[in-house]
């Protein structure tokens, strides 16, 4: 049982090829399932190797789920009312030179769903990869995440210009976009998840 | 610096090669029925200084993210990244589809086709630059 309790401890590495050397042995029980007991020096993390002692879970283990879920919201309404006013109102001239590339604005309506159920998956998984890629959050690291990704997306508007007839105007304002809407909301992503983060603290 | 300009390359080299692949020779007979939403091939042949552009930059991405906080698991780590960045990019084509008159078909199987590439982009970069096993050895 002790040897159960421990191993709820996400860092224990037991594994299948080492149950010989640390006498961990599979016990039938009443419930026709097996469980695992120690006979031997009990201990969960055997890099450590620290016999009987409670793994403190590690600072990357731990993600403040009401901290995720307001810089979640917060990404979400900056990068939506961004799109708006980059995409829909500044570039719009941009756009309307090649009015064959887009949907009539008469169905915009339709697909509009679409447009908002991207915006919070982009905000959701940006989030994710933020809280991921710099546990201990802050606006400057978590800024320098959102511009690699801001470059991944640049190296995508540089191919869908080679094969879209978009103009450089347009190329210009997608890479310009993508750099500010990703560095400005990994900035909050991370600015918002910093102050509870374990490993900041 | 060795085994990340190593992995870059080889990623850029998958991109490629699967770019061409897929989109070029799968995908070739979905692309024309959506002809006007793309250029003549004479002119997109005049253009593909961008394209090679393009992927590079994107495996350059790629390959420093993974560096700068991914590296310490390997190609466990190289899958979990380019699964999240491929994520990322359908929510683009979902914010793409609202705008711009793709056919829903084209956009399903240029999806599955990034989640292959990165992926497989992730596999490679896992296993190249790896500071653990470098060390090791």
């Given at each position: 049982?002790?040897?159960?309790l421990?191993?709820?401890?996400?860092?224990?590495?037991?594994?299948?090829?080492?149950?010989?050397?640390?006498?961990?042995?599979?016990?039938?029980?009443?419930?026709?399932?097996?469980?695992?007991?120690?006979?031997?020096?009990?201990?969960?993390?055997?890099?450590l190797?620290?016999?009987?002692?409670?793994?403190?879970?590690?600072p990357?283990?731990?993600?403040?789920?009401?901290?995720?879920?307001?810089?979640?919201?917060?990404?979400f309404?900056?990068?939506?009312?961004?799109?708006?006013?980059?995409?829909?109102?500044?570039?719009h001239?941009?756009?309307?030179?090649?009015?064959?590339l887009?949907?009539?604005?008469?169905?915009?309506?339709?697909?509009?769903?679409?447009?908002?159920f991207?915006?919070?998956?982009?905000?959701?998984?940006?989030?994710?990869?933020?809280?991921?890629?710099?546990?201990?959050?802050?606006?400057?690291?978590?800024a320098?995440?959102?511009?690699?990704?801001?470059?991944?997306?640049?190296?995508?508007?540089?191919?869908?210009?080679?094969?879209?007839?978009?103009?450089?105007?347009?190329?210009?304002?997608?890479v310009?976009?993508?750099?500010?809407?990703?560095?400005?909301?990994?900035?909050?992503?991370?600015?918002?998840?910093?102050?509870?983060?374990?490993?900041?603290? | 610096m060795?085994?990340?300009?190593?992995?870059?390359?080889?990623?850029?080299?998958?991109?490629?090669?699967?770019?061409?692949?897929?989109?070029?020779?799968?995908?070739?007979?979905?692309?024309a029925?959506?002809?006007?939403?793309?250029?003549?091939?004479?002119?997109?042949?005049?253009?593909?200084?961008?394209?090679?552009?393009?992927?590079?930059?994107?495996?350059?991405?790629?390959?420093?993210?993974?560096?700068?906080?991914?590296?310490g698991?390997?190609?466990?780590?190289?899958v979990h990244?380019?699964?999240?960045?491929?994520?990322?990019?359908?929510?683009?084509?979902?914010?793409?589809?609202?705008?711009?008159?793709?056919?829903?078909?084209?956009?399903?199987?240029?999806?599955?086709?990034?989640?292959?590439?990165?992926?497989?982009?992730?596999?490679?970069?896992?296993?190249?630059?790896?500071?653990?096993?470098?060390?090791?050895?």
């Amino acid at each position: 049982m002790w040897m159960l309790l421990c191993c709820a401890n996400s860092d224990c590495r037991l594994r299948r090829s080492n149950r010989a050397t640390t006498g961990h042995r599979p016990v039938a029980t009443p419930f026709a399932c097996k469980i695992w007991v120690d006979i031997g020096p009990p201990f969960c993390d055997e890099r450590l190797g620290r016999g009987g002692t409670q793994q403190q879970p590690q600072p990357k283990e731990i993600m403040d789920w009401k901290k995720f879920l307001i810089a979640f919201v917060a990404a979400f309404g900056f990068i939506f009312v961004f799109g708006f006013l980059w995409h829909g109102m500044l570039m719009h001239g941009a756009y309307s030179e090649v009015p064959a590339l887009w949907r009539p604005e008469a169905e915009h309506g339709k697909y509009f769903t679409w447009l908002v159920f991207g915006h919070i998956l982009m905000a959701f998984f940006l989030t994710l990869l933020c809280v991921k890629f710099v546990p201990g959050g802050g606006a400057g690291p978590c800024a320098r995440l959102g511009i690699l990704l801001a470059l991944i997306y640049i190296g995508v508007d540089f191919i869908f210009y080679a094969v879209q007839p978009l103009t450089m105007k347009i190329l210009g304002g997608f890479v310009v976009g993508d750099l500010i809407m990703f560095a400005v909301a990994s900035a909050i992503i991370g600015a918002i998840y910093k102050s509870s983060s374990p490993a900041a603290a | 610096m060795k085994r990340f300009i190593f992995a870059f390359i080889a990623a850029f080299i998958f991109i490629f090669l699967w770019g061409w692949f897929y989109n070029g020779v799968l995908l070739k007979d979905v692309f024309a029925e959506a002809q006007s939403l793309f250029r003549p091939r004479e002119e997109m042949m005049g253009l593909f200084h961008w394209i090679i552009i393009g992927q590079a930059g994107l495996a350059l991405s790629f390959v420093m993210i993974y560096a700068s906080g991914f590296a310490g698991g390997g190609i466990a780590s190289g899958v979990h990244l380019g699964i999240m960045l491929e994520i990322l990019a359908v929510s683009a084509r979902c914010a793409f589809y609202a705008t711009q008159p793709f056919p829903a078909k084209l956009l399903v199987l240029t999806s599955i086709g990034g989640f292959i590439e990165m992926i497989v982009t992730g596999v490679i970069v896992g296993a190249i630059y790896n500071p653990a096993a470098a060390q090791a050895s």
